[in-house]
Nanobody, 119 residues
Framework: QVQLVESGGGLVQPGGSLRLSCVASGSISSINAMGWYRQVLGKQREFVADITRGGSTNYADSVKGRFTISRDNAKNTVFLQMNSLKPEDTAIYYC?????????????WGQGTQVTVSS
């Protein structure tokens, strides 16, 4: 199993920045990719960014040019640097890890960290 713990959320003014962290523990060697998703009340959880163990990245169009995902494999940690934040970025941000064991694939989620962008 994999356990994920997010941190770094908080209240920030529009145009400001935050850096989210997600630390993974457990069956670390089985993790293929990690990513960030976000969800607001009344909406479906949406993809934000992900990164493979080798460092390949993908971003949602809404955050391209503003957010940067990175990972430190030695520390089992993935980061999300969020710049030029907008009120519409307000959401609970969740970390996800994808694993495979034999032919069985699993997705693991953290408990989320709240990001609020408001003046």
């Amino acid at each position: 199993q994999v356990q994920l713990v997010e941190s770094g959320g908080g209240l920030v003014q529009p145009g400001g920045s935050l850096r989210l962290s997600c630390v993974a523990s457990g069956s670390i060697s089985s993790i293929n990719a990690m990513g960030w998703y976000r969800q607001v009340l009344g909406k479906q959880r949406e993809f934000v960014a992900d990164i493979t163990r080798g460092g390949s990245t993908n971003y949602a169009d809404s955050v391209k040019g503003r957010f940067t995902i990175s990972r430190d494999n030695a520390k089992n940690t993935v980061f999300l640097q969020m710049n030029s934040l907008k009120p519409e970025d307000t959401a609970i941000y969740y970390c996800r890890a994808d694993t495979i064991s034999g032919v069985v694939m699993h997705q693991y989620w953290g408990q989320g960290t709240q990001v609020t962008v408001s003046s």
